[in-house]
């Protein structure tokens, strides 16, 4: 399932997924409140315990920066990051 990571949820601070909460939506949530990661065109596929990122950022920092706060989020077993330039 792709989610745009634009998508809010109140609540999420952390890197911790509350209970009821689906993974894509503690990944989409924990990009859209970081302030180092413009993530208006970043989407977020997760299957079982990975995450895929795809879609553009503006600098290198951030394709880095979106891979450690992925990494970070509980229960997150490994990330690939497609992330492009753009």
Known sequence: MMQRA??????L?????????????????ALSVAGDVDATYIFVSVVDTGVTLSGWVATTEEI??????CAAIAGV?????????G
Do not use: F, K
């Open 64 to 69: 880095a920066r979106a891979s450690v706060i």
């Open 77 to 85: 077993a490994g990330v690939t990051n497609r992330l492009q330039i």
């Open 13 to 29: 601070q952390g890197p911790d997924v509350p209970p009821g909460v689906d993974m894509d939506t503690a990944v989409v949530e």
């Open 6 to 11: 634009r998508i809010r949820s109140p609540g």
